[in-house]
């Protein structure tokens, strides 16, 4: 049985809220949530299921979106057609970053902005995030281009930030020879 998950408008002020950090471990009813956010990112990526439930497409939910102001992220990322990673954070910190920044070509989107927003938004393209499994276990990753840019993108909801707010209004486009696009 798939229930579709209740995410937040950008309007909605709990996405300008600061998260305090998780307790953990997580409780069930936590981990029963991610397990949920997991399924639907992932169908969400495969065009049947995505038509099926009619889901828009994504890689990243925070808990915030989900009206829940704690620090906690879940990214899947599909490496290779039909196959995905998951990456589940609890209390991310970047620890260490690149200097080379990048953008994503097409822009960026967000499940809880339900329109096109043009511009491009620079990120660094490698970044070290270190938090915690959902045990309270101290995990890892470093993420590189698209993976890189979706965790800065997830951690920023944590911090109350939408995406649209990192776009310079003086200058919303770059070119490849101003910044790597990808």
């Known amino acids: 049985m798939f229930k579709k998950l209740n995410i937040l408008d950008e309007k909605d002020p709990h996405l300008r809220k600061i998260s305090k950090d998780a307790k953990l471990p997580l409780s069930k009813e936590y981990k029963d949530t991610i397990d ?4 639907e990112l992932t169908y969400s990526q495969i065009e049947e299921y995505e038509k099926k439930y009619d889901l828009r497409p994504g890689m990243g939910l925070a808990f915030p979106q989900l009206g829940i102001n704690e620090r ?8 290779e057609d039909g196959k995905f990673n998951n990456y589940v954070f609890v209390n991310p910190k970047i620890v260490s970053y690149s200097t080379e920044m990048i953008a994503a070509e097409a822009g960026e989107g967000c499940l809880s902005v339900n329109r096109e927003v043009e511009g491009h938004i620079k990120r660094y393209a490698r970044v070290t995030v270190e938090g915690f499994d959902v045990d309270g276990n101290k995990i890892k990753v470093r993420a590189r281009e698209e993976l890189s840019i979706a965790f800065q993108h997830e951690i920023d909801h944590l911090n109350g930030i939408l995406f649209y707010d990192k776009i310079d209004k003086n200058k919303p486009f770059y070119t490849n020879d101003e910044i790597r696009l990808i």
């Open 36 to 39: 949920q956010i997991i399924k």
């Open 72 to 79: 906690i992220i879940v990214i899947v990322h599909e490496y």
